[in-house]
């Protein structure tokens, strides 16, 4: 009885040795951040509008009927497409066009590709000004209202987030998809960019690098997408994870004829 026992407890180790395969590395983020001089990160990061971005501006002035003229409702069958003071509907998105420009009311085309959402209130402002009382100071206020990015890979919640923001760092975005995985590779993630120009690029970024921070993609742009490969870990279980049923079937079977045979020859 005793051989048995022996003789089963080295297949199952033979069994787990087969669908192990070796030990996760590199699991900690900004492993080397004491070392790391961090004076090149000081600074406050302002996305920029790019092309098919969709804005949503709304003016205010101390007599709300200068302001009317540039602030457009969505059309409905209430408001028909009426030029409205805001506060009063849902505001008309602008989209930027291809070459970087939006159509905006009574000024006509602007280039506003390229600009932070400071600089686009305040080219707004300028332009709309010599069209009210010389009394009035505008308030221009510009949203990103499709600012997102997508999470792709070995992460918790794979998918694309909205950034209400329109400010978001790589470990907030996989934050918002439920942090890597045990199986993801941390010091390979991509970054799939495309500028302005349609430029496409892929960036690998190492998360254990603490210099990561100093990088000038540590903060995400809008349609940035981030993709987490499989570690050799995860790559061996999905090939033992189709075989499983095999494996343990082939194993019953060996067993079953090791006793079997021992107990004839005994």
């Given at each position: 009885m005793k051989k048995i026992q022996f003789l089963n407890f080295l297949i199952l180790s033979a069994v787990l040795l087969l669908c192990s395969c070796g030990t996760v590395k590199n699991v900690a983020y900004l492993q080397n951040s004491d070392s790391i001089n961090f004076d090149k990160s000081r600074f406050l990061y302002d996305a920029r509008i790019m092309p098919k971005d969709q804005l949503t501006i709304s003016v205010n002035t101390t007599t709300s009927d200068a302001s009317i003229p540039f602030n457009l409702l969505l059309q409905s069958?209430?408001?028909?497409?009426?030029?409205?003071?805001?506060?009063?509907?849902?505001?008309?998105?602008?989209?930027?066009?291809?070459?970087?420009?939006?159509?905006?009311?009574?000024?006509?085309?602007?280039?506003?590709?390229?600009?932070?959402?400071?600089?686009?209130?305040?080219?707004?402002?300028?332009?709309?000004r010599p069209y009210m009382a010389e009394t009035e100071n505008p308030i221009v206020t510009v949203r990103m209202s499709s600012y997102s990015v997508s999470v792709l890979g070995e992460v918790n919640a794979p998918g694309s987030y909205q950034v209400s923001r329109e400010k978001i760092s790589i470990f907030e975005a996989l934050a918002q998809a439920g942090d890597l995985t045990i199986y993801g590779v941390r010091d390979k993630v991509k970054l799939i960019r495309e500028d302005a120009t349609g430029k496409k690029q892929i960036v690998t970024l190492n998360l254990n690098d603490a210099n990561i921070i100093n990088s000038p993609y540590y903060y995400l742009q809008q349609n940035d997408i981030v993709y987490v490969e499989p570690n050799n870990v995860k790559a061996q279980n999905s090939k033992i994870g189709q075989t499983t049923t095999l494996w343990f079937s082939a194993t019953s079977i060996l067993i079953s004829l090791t006793t079997l045979l021992i107990n004839i020859f005994r």
């Amino acid at each position: 009885m005793k051989k048995i026992q022996f003789l089963n407890f080295l297949i199952l180790s033979a069994v787990l040795l087969l669908c192990s395969c070796g030990t996760v590395k590199n699991v900690a983020y900004l492993q080397n951040s004491d070392s790391i001089n961090f004076d090149k990160s000081r600074f406050l990061y302002d996305a920029r509008i790019m092309p098919k971005d969709q804005l949503t501006i709304s003016v205010n002035t101390t007599t709300s009927d200068a302001s009317i003229p540039f602030n457009l409702l969505l059309q409905s069958e209430y408001t028909q497409g009426r030029a409205v003071s805001s506060g009063s509907g849902t505001l008309m998105p602008y989209l930027v066009d291809n070459d970087g420009y939006i159509n905006y009311p009574i000024i006509g085309k602007l280039h506003v590709s390229g600009l932070t959402k400071s600089e686009c209130e305040q080219l707004i402002a300028e332009k709309i000004r010599p069209y009210m009382a010389e009394t009035e100071n505008p308030i221009v206020t510009v949203r990103m209202s499709s600012y997102s990015v997508s999470v792709l890979g070995e992460v918790n919640a794979p998918g694309s987030y909205q950034v209400s923001r329109e400010k978001i760092s790589i470990f907030e975005a996989l934050a918002q998809a439920g942090d890597l995985t045990i199986y993801g590779v941390r010091d390979k993630v991509k970054l799939i960019r495309e500028d302005a120009t349609g430029k496409k690029q892929i960036v690998t970024l190492n998360l254990n690098d603490a210099n990561i921070i100093n990088s000038p993609y540590y903060y995400l742009q809008q349609n940035d997408i981030v993709y987490v490969e499989p570690n050799n870990v995860k790559a061996q279980n999905s090939k033992i994870g189709q075989t499983t049923t095999l494996w343990f079937s082939a194993t019953s079977i060996l067993i079953s004829l090791t006793t079997l045979l021992i107990n004839i020859f005994r």
